[in-house]
């Protein structure tokens, strides 16, 4: 473990905080965890976490990240019953990184509040997912006081290996990853419109993809996601609600300063006919906890198109550093 280092704090063991935070203890940094689900961290024992039973006892680190599903799951944690403010004896973490994707005025909301105890905050959300964590491709954004940036950049870019772009005071990375997030709603809605449009005309979808990822159109998003796509592996990396989520801060956000965004508010529209569709499976719950790319069987479903695996093989171009 580091010698002198910052102590760090993460709240948020799940399928994007588990691989982040298994960075930083990788590169030696000590961490205390605290998950609300413990058995989730359990497997980070093994590389020198300590895991806490309370947030508030997260009060005392130098530097606290959190990455958890919602607006409403950060206020519990860090002001809620045992939240990490709670911790007493005027105990607060210096400064707190927070990865989750939430919207502004949460934002807002919390960095006044943490601001009032003498708590910077920095809001760092990603781009990308857990493959791209291990893979070493993540990429984030970070704004907030600069100075406070500056202390922690070294700490995001353990696990954000691609690098962390600071564009400025406050909220302004919120409104970065929610833009980001609405072009990922955008591009996989599209890609699933394409691919079946493809496949109707004849187009085998592991020929069409691979032409599609070697073209100029191809992507980072595309590649990785083709494999899914062709033989539809549904393996959860991101949610069709968390997308939903986020499109409706995009749209929220575009009303509020002004912006049209039609190609937006029609995908928005899209996505919502796969929560309709789900109706149609044996567990919809279920179903619904699946991969978002799973909305190409509702793209197929409205185009009359029937659905089998390829049984192609696919590189996703997100293998393990030193894999």
Not at 78 to 99: A, E, K, N, S
Request: hydrophobic share 45%; aromatic share 6%; glycine share 12%.
């Amino acid at each position: 473990m580091s010698e002198g280092g910052p102590r760090v704090g993460w709240i948020g063991i799940g399928r994007m905080g588990s691989p982040m935070a298994e960075r930083l203890l990788k590169a030696g940094h000590a961490v205390q965890v605290w998950n609300r689900t413990r058995a989730k961290a359990e497997p980070l024992t093994a590389l020198g976490a300590r895991i806490l039973d309370r947030p508030a006892d997260l009060a005392g680190v130098d530097v606290l990240f959190t990455m958890v599903s919602t607006g409403a799951d950060l206020e519990q944690v860090l002001f809620g019953t045992d939240g990490v403010t709670t911790g007493g004896r005027g105990r607060v973490p210096r400064i707190v990184v927070d990865c989750s994707s939430i919207g502004v005025d949460q934002g807002e909301a919390f960095r006044a509040g943490l601001g009032e105890l003498g708590t910077a905050m920095i809001a760092s959300p990603v781009s990308g997912n857990a493959q791209c964590v291990r893979a070493g491709k993540l990429g984030a954004v970070a704004s907030g006081p600069e100075t406070a940036f500056r202390e922690v950049e070294p700490l995001i870019r353990t696990f954000a290996a691609r690098g962390v772009a600071y564009v400025g005071e406050g909220e302004l990375a919120r409104f970065c990853k929610i833009a980001h997030n609405v072009l990922l709603g955008v591009v996989i809605q599209n890609l699933a419109e394409i691919t079946i449009l493809a496949q109707k005309a004849g187009v085998p979808r592991h020929a069409f993809l691979q032409f599609i990822n070697d073209s100029v159109m191809g992507s980072t998003f595309t590649r990785y996601k083709s494999n899914a796509l062709v033989n539809l592996d549904w393996t959860t990396t991101f949610t069709p609600a968390l997308l939903r989520k986020d499109l409706d801060l995009g749209l929220q956000a575009a009303r509020n300063l002004d912006v049209a965004m039609p190609v937006a508010a029609a995908t928005r529209e899209a996505l919502q006919t796969h929560f309709g569709a789900a109706h149609l499976k044996p567990d919809p719950a279920a179903y619904l906890r699946q991969d978002f790319a799973a909305l190409l069987e509702t793209v197929a479903l409205a185009a009359g198109v029937a659905l089998e695996p390829d049984n192609v093989p696919i590189p996703t171009g997100l293998e393990v550093e030193g894999g």
